[in-house]
């Protein structure tokens, strides 16, 4: 079955320790986002790829790094100069071929906890 | 700049009573519209989607949506809930150069 996954699925980590987690997809899709969602705030963009080798910074990037060697991959890095890093981080991927295709398909989330 | 207004946080209904879920987006250009739905703790799945054509949307699970543009409206509706209902859901907008932007969400509880 196509899809993205993400790993893993609640991770711990101690104030300042960088974490990375994990998204990988197989929908050959040409686009990837990150996603940071906390009660009552909704989805906020991190970071958004549209092709590999390229990224760009979304409206709440601080604190953050991504990379993009490979199309099914699109791994984000917290690291500890994000201040509030405690939040569930979903990753998304879409295909644009044109205007109004942006429809994005989520993986499962990863639940971040700051001990 | 665009933007989406979800007038709702929280939303209890009777299950088998219809509900509507209100829609509000602001653009400078033509847009897309999107439903989605999220359960506890998982990711979020499309419930419905506007693109061009007819302004009443049907998706999944018995929801449909009407797209308003005089009144910059899409909101979602269906006409009997059931438990199986109760989710976040979340209204996005794609605008100029494909850029999506999501509402807060809205909670539906669905109360047996």
């Known amino acids: 079955d196509g899809g993205i996954t993400q790993s893993p699925k609640y991770l711990f980590r101690k104030e300042g320790q960088n974490v990375t987690l994990s998204c990988e997809q197989n929908?050959?899709?040409?686009?990837m986002y990150w996603y940071r969602q906390d009660p009552g705030q909704g989805l906020r963009l991190i970071y958004y790829s549209q092709i590999v080798n390229d990224f760009q910074k979304g409206d709440i990037a601080e604190g953050y790094s991504v990379s993009r060697e490979k199309k099914e991959s699109f791994p984000l890095t917290v690291t500890s100069a994000q201040k509030n890093p405690t939040a569930f981080y979903l990753c998304?991927?879409?295909?644009?071929?044109?205007?109004?295709?942006?429809?994005?398909?989520f993986g499962p989330g990863t639940r971040l906890t700051v001990l | 700049a665009q933007s989406v207004t979800q007038l709702d946080s929280q939303v209890p209904v009777f299950e088998e009573a219809p509900v509507e879920l209100r829609c509000n987006y602001s653009?400078?250009?033509?847009?897309?519209l999107f439903w989605y739905v999220q359960y506890p703790n998982q990711g979020l799945q499309l419930l419905l989607k506007?693109?061009?054509?007819?302004?009443l949307v049907k998706g999944i699970n018995g929801f449909e949506a009407e797209f308003n543009k005089s009144q910059t409206s899409f909101h979602l509706r269906k006409p009997s809930v059931h438990i199986s209902d109760t989710a976040e859901y979340f209204c996005?907008?794609?605008?100029?150069?494909?850029?999506?932007?999501f509402g807060i969400g809205t909670k539906l509880q669905v109360i047996p």
């Open positions: 506007y693109l061009s054509g007819s302004t």
């Open positions: 929908l050959n899709h040409d686009a």
């Open positions: 998304a991927s879409s295909n644009l071929p044109s205007p109004g295709t942006n429809e994005q398909f």
């Open positions: 996005a907008v794609e605008g100029g150069y494909q850029k999506v932007t």
């Open positions: 653009s400078s250009v033509s847009v897309y």
